[in-house]
């Protein structure tokens, strides 16, 4: 397997773990696309951003001290 695959293989294995983090195990498909093509529609810096990356800073928090407790 060449790095790059490698690369592209791991990539694709976290972006599954935050669908499966955020609770969307069993969400439609055609769902979790249409959500994240409204997503990348956020410009950065705009209100909804910030508010988006302080709920998932806040859910990577927690899940940190989850494990820091175990």
Do not use: W
């Not at 997503?39 to 820091?68: T, Y």
Request: aromatic share 2%; net charge positive.
């Amino acid at each position: 397997m060449t790095q790059e695959r490698k690369r592209d293989t791991h990539e694709k294995v976290i972006l599954g773990g935050l669908v499966i983090k955020a609770g969307l195990r069993n969400a439609d498909r055609a769902f979790l696309l249409g959500a994240l093509i409204e997503a990348s529609r956020v410009p950065v810096g705009a209100a909804e951003h910030d508010r988006l990356c302080a709920l998932g800073a806040k859910a990577f928090r927690a899940e940190a001290r989850a494990l820091i407790k175990l």
